[in-house]
C-alpha cells in the first residue's frame, strides 16, 4: 500500500511540473498532496496529514484554480473587476467552510484527544516556540517579496516626496 | 537581550511598508540605518562582554514574559553577528542614494530587514531545525531581493536561485530528519551527545555527505555553485554586496562549519573533502573570473574563488587553520561588498557593466577608482592589507598540517586573483577615458560614504591584524577548535 501512495505521490508530483496547462498541473499538484495526506495519516502523523490535505490538497489548490480562473490563456488579468467582489467572498466561504470541516475532524482525531493535545499544542508553542518565530518571520518575507515584485509601475509623481 | 538581533529587524519590516506611505524615502532610509547601527553597536558593546567567561546560553523575554527561545552565543556566533551588523550597515547606508531610481524603498528595507533577522537567528540557534528554518527565512527574502528590477534577467536569476536552494533545503531537511531518528533530538548538545554513543559512523557520513551538498549549495562551492554567477550579478548592488559577502557564509559557511566541527565532529576524510572542494573552488572560480566581461559577473566568480580558501582553511582543522579561514571570511566580506558597491556605483552611471566599454573611470570617478584599487589589492593578497594576512595564515596552516600541493595551489590561485583584479582595474579605470563618459560624475554621497568605511577598514584590519585576531577571531576559533565539547557543554539546555 505504501509502495503504491509513493508512486503516485511522485507520478503526480512530476505531472504537476511537466504539464503545461496551468489548471491540469494545479490539480495534479492536489492530488499528489492527497496521496502525501494519505501516507502521513499511514505512518501516524495525524497532524501533519490534516494540514496537509486541509491546506495544502484543499485551500492552496482553490486558490490556486481561481487565479488561473481570474487570467486569460495569453497570462494577462482579465479586464473585469467582477473578481473583486467575487473573489474575498469566494475566499472568506472557503475559510468559513475549512474551519467547520476541521473543527469537525480534528475532533475525530484520537490522537489529538487527551493528553496527545496537550502534547501536540506543548510541542508546537513551548518546546519549539523559536521556530515559530522563524517561521512567521518567513511567512512575512514572502508577504513582502508579494509587496515588492508585484509593486506597480513609479509614477513621475513619485520621484517628489 | 539576544533577542533583539532578531526581532528589532522584523518589526522594523512590519512597520515599513506602513511607514512608506506616510514617507516613501526618508523615513526608511533613516530608520533602517538607525536598526543597522543599533545592531552593530549591540554586537561590539553589550553582546561581547556576554562571553568574557565563554558560552552562555540566553533565555528570551517578551516584554517581561520569558519565552521558551534560547540563544546561544559564543565567539564565533558573535565573530558571525558583527560581520553581518557591519556589512548591512555600509550596505544601507549605500541603499539611501543607490535604491532611488528603483522606488519601493520601504518594501526594499523590509526584506533586507527579514533577510539579517534571518541570519541572524541562523547565527544564534543551537538547535538544527532551526538552522532550516531560519535559513528559509532569509532565503526567501533574498529570492525576493534578487528579483527586486523585475527585469527579464533579475526574474530568471531568482527563479534558478530558488530553484537550487530547493533542493538545497531537501538535502538539509533529509539529513536533519535521519539525524532526528537515530538521535531523537535535534539540539546540539544532545545530537552531539547521541553521536557519540551510538558510534554509526555510516550514517553521520551519509548525513555529513548530504549536509555537504545542502550547505555547499548555499555556499555555492564547486561543484555546486551554478546559480551564484546568476543571481548574484542580477540583483541590485547593494544586494549583490549583502549575498557574496554575507549571505553564502552564513547560510553556507556557518552552519555547515558549525555543525561538522562542533556537532559531528571533524573527521579525517571530512578534512581531505573540504580541503579538496576548497581548491577546487579557488581554481575553477578564479579561471572563470579570468575571462569574464561583465564585471559583476567577474566579481560573483571571484566570490566562488575566494569562499575556496575560507572552506579549505576551515578543512584543515588546525587552530591556525581556522583562524585563516575565519580571518578570511571577515576580510572576504570587507573586500567583497566594496568591490560589488563599486561596480554598482559604475553601472549606475555609464548604464554598462561591461568591462569592454569602460576605460578610464579614475579621471570622472576618482574615489570609486581608489576604493576599487584597495579592494583589489586586498582580495589579491598584496601585503600589507587584510587579504595578504588571511591568505598568509592559511598557506602556513597548510604547510604546518604537511599539505604542501594545496599550499602551493593555493598560492598560485592567489596569482590567478591579482591577474583578473589587475584585468578589472585597467580595464575600467585606467586609460583613455571613453567619449561617452565624459559626463559621468563621481557616486553621490552616502554610496561613496559606504565605500570609503569599507576601503578604510580593509586598510586599517590590514594594519592592526594582531588586534583583530586577539579581539574578535580567536575566541570564535577557539570555539571551533574545541569540536564537539563546546556542544556537549549545552547539553540540557
Not at chain 2, 558583527?82 to 528595507?109: C, D, P, Q, R
Amino acid at each position: 500500500m505504501h509502495l503504491f501512495l509513493l508512486i503516485g505521490l511522485v507520478a503526480f508530483s512530476i505531472m504537476a511540473v511537466l504539464s503545461r496547462d496551468l489548471l491540469k498541473s494545479a490539480i495534479s499538484l492536489a492530488v499528489a498532496s492527497i496521496f502525501l495526506s494519505l501516507v502521513f495519516f499511514r505512518l501516524g502523523a495525524v497532524y501533519a496529514g490534516v494540514f496537509e490535505l486541509s491546506v495544502v490538497a484543499g485551500l492552496i489548490t482553490v486558490l490556486f484554480i481561481t487565479a488561473i480562473a481570474l487570467t486569460r490563456n495569453d497570462g494577462d488579468v482579465a479586464e473585469s473587476k467582477r473578481h473583486l467582489i467575487v473573489f474575498p467572498l469566494f475566499f472568506l466561504a472557503l475559510a468559513v467552510l475549512d474551519i467547520l470541516v476541521m473543527r469537525k475532524l480534528l475532533g475525530q482525531i484520537p490522537s489529538i484527544q487527551g493528553a496527545e493535545s496537550g502534547s501536540f499544542s506543548q510541542v508546537l508553542w513551548n518546546q519549539r516556540t523559536f521556530d515559530l518565530v522563524g517561521q512567521v518571520g518567513a511567512i512575512f518575507a514572502g508577504v513582502l517579496a508579494v509587496l515588492a515584485l508585484f509593486r506597480p509601475e513609479p509614477s513621475k509623481g513619485d520621484s517628489h516626496e | 537581550m539576544l533577542f533583539l538581533f532578531i526581532i528589532v529587524p522584523l518589526l522594523l519590516a512590519g512597520l515599513l511598508p506602513l511607514l512608506g506611505k506616510l514617507s516613501k524615502r526618508f523615513l526608511p532610509d533613516l530608520l533602517a540605518s538607525a536598526a543597522m547601527l543599533f545592531l552593530l553597536v549591540l554586537s561590539v558593546v553589550s553582546a561581547k562582554p556576554l562571553i568574557a567567561g565563554g558560552g552562555i546560553i540566553q533565555q528570551a523575554f517578551w516584554f517581561g514574559a520569558p519565552l521558551n527561545i534560547r540563544l546561544l552565543l559564543d565567539g564565533f556566533s558573535l565573530f558571525m553577528l558583527f560581520t553581518i551588523s557591519l556589512i548591512s550597515f555600509a550596505v544601507t547606508l549605500y541603499s539611501i542614494n543607490y535604491m532611488e531610481h528603483y522606488g519601493a524603498k520601504a518594501n526594499y528595507y523590509a526584506l533586507l530587514l527579514v533577510m539579517i533577522a534571518g541570519m541572524n537567528g541562523l547565527v544564534l540557534c543551537s538547535d538544527l531545525f532551526n538552522i532550516y528554518i531560519f535559513l528559509e527565512m532569509a532565503a526567501i527574502a533574498s529570492y525576493a531581493l534578487v528579483a527586486f528590477g523585475r527585469g527579464h534577467e533579475e526574474l530568471e536569476a531568482s527563479f534558478k536561485y530558488l530553484m537550487l536552494s530547493a533542493v538545497a533545503s531537501a538535502f538539509i531537511l533529509l539529513s536533519i530528519a535521519i539525524v532526528f531518528g537515530v538521535t531523537g533530538s535535534v539540539s546540539f548538545g544532545a545530537v552531539a551527545q547521541g553521536l557519540k554513543t551510538l558510534n554509526i559512523k555510516y550514517v553521520v557520513g551519509f548525513c555529513s555527505a548530504l549536509f555537504l551538498a545542502g550547505f555547499g549549495l548555499k555556499a555555492a562551492l564547486v561543484p555546486f555553485h551554478s546559480w551564484l554567477p546568476d543571481a548574484h550579478p542580477s540583483a541590485p548592488a547593494p544586494i549583490s554586496a549583502m549575498l557574496s559577502a554575507v549571505l553564502i557564509k552564513v547560510s553556507g559557511v556557518y552552519a555547515m562549519t558549525r555543525i561538522f566541527l562542533n556537532v559531528f565532529g571533524l573527521t579525517p576524510a571530512l578534512t581531505t573533502v573540504l580541503t579538496v572542494m576548497g581548491v577546487v573552488s579557488i581554481f575553477v572560480g578564479a579561471l572563470a573570473a579570468l575571462g569574464q566581461n561583465d564585471i559583476k559577473r567577474m566579481l560573483a566568480y571571484s566570490s566562488i574563488s575566494q569562499i575556496g580558501y575560507v572552506v579549505l582553511g576551515l578543512g584543515i582543522g588546525t587552530p591556525l587553520g581556522i583562524l585563516g579561514g575565519l580571518f578570511h571570511l571577515f576580510n572576504h566580506a570587507l573586500f567583497k561588498s566594496l568591490l560589488f558597491l563599486n561596480a554598482g556605483a559604475i553601472e549606475q552611471s555609464t548604464g554598462t557593466r561591461s568591462l569592454d566599454k569602460m576605460g578610464g573611470l579614475a579621471k570622472v570617478m576618482p574615489l570609486t577608482a581608489t576604493t576599487s584599487a584597495i579592494a583589489s589589492l586586498s582580495i589579491a593578497g598584496v601585503p600589507p592589507l587584510n587579504g595578504f594576512w588571511s591568505k598568509l595564515l592559511i598557506i602556513i596552516a597548510l604547510v604546518q598540517a604537511k599539505m604542501h600541493v594545496l599550499a602551493v595551489l593555493a598560492v598560485l590561485g592567489s596569482v590567478v586573483t591579482l591577474w583578473y583584479y589587475l584585468v578589472l582595474q585597467h580595464n575600467a579605470f585606467f586609460g583613455k577615458l571613453n567619449e561617452a563618459w565624459k559626463g559621468v560624475k563621481e557616486a553621490p554621497f552616502w554610496m561613496s560614504a559606504a565605500t570609503v568605511l569599507l576601503a578604510l577598514l580593509c586598510v586599517v584590519t590590514g594594519l592592526v591584524f594582531p588586534f583583530i585576531i586577539k579581539s574578535w577571531l580567536q575566541p570564535a576559533a577557539d570555539v571551533l577548535g574545541q569540536g564537539i565539547s563546546v556542544a556537549l557543554n549545552f547539553v540540557g539546555f
